[in-house]
């Protein structure tokens, strides 16, 4: 029976493993893509404003095209490990749905990306140990110990 405990453990390990890492390696095409969409609704924002400058929305339009620059150009300046954060920091919920609903994964090869899969297998592994924790059984002190005393 701990055979098979030991290799359904290591298997459920894996999957989590494999599932943070997949999720991890496409985070760089998701905010590829997401950038994508930004700019879109940048140009739009951008547009709307040129067109109305003798209207009264024009200053929430600028608000609204000045704080999508703000975005892309955060997102563009990250560096590979503080982009997570600065994503999460500057995020559009709208376009992030958006792009969510229409995204479609990618196979990067590149470096960055084999680190980030890299990075999530690890975190993964580390989640399934986490989540093992509360249905771990105490042990007491081993025979002949200070409880036999």
């Known amino acids: 029976m701990n055979w098979l405990k030991a290799k359904l453990d290591s298997l459920m390990s894996t999957l989590c493993g494999v599932a943070f890492g997949f999720a991890a390696w496409q985070f760089l095409e998701f905010v590829q893509q997401y950038r994508q969409r930004l700019g879109g609704h940048l140009d739009e924002a951008k547009l709307t404003v040129g067109r109305a400058v003798d209207v009264a929305g024009a200053p929430s339009q600028l608000g609204r095209a000045a704080a999508l620059q703000g975005h892309d150009t955060a997102l563009a300046n990250?560096?590979?490990?503080?982009?997570?954060?600065?994503?999460?920091?500057?995020?559009?919920?709208?376009?992030?749905?958006?792009?969510?609903?229409?995204?479609?994964?990618?196979?990067?090869?590149?470096?960055?990306?084999?680190?980030?899969?890299?990075?999530?297998?690890?975190?993964?592994?580390?989640?399934?140990?986490?989540?093992?924790?509360?249905?771990?059984?105490?042990r007491g002190p081993p025979p002949g110990g200070p409880a036999h005393a």
Not at 85 to 103: P, Y
Not at 117 to 125: F, M, N, S, T
């Open 78 to 138: 990250a560096g590979p490990f503080e982009l997570p954060f600065v994503f999460l920091r500057e995020l559009d919920l709208g376009i992030a749905r958006e792009t969510l609903r229409i995204f479609q994964p990618a196979i990067p090869v590149d470096g960055k990306s084999l680190i980030y899969a890299g990075i999530g297998l690890v975190l993964g592994w580390l989640a399934w140990d986490l989540a093992k924790l509360p249905f771990r059984k105490r």
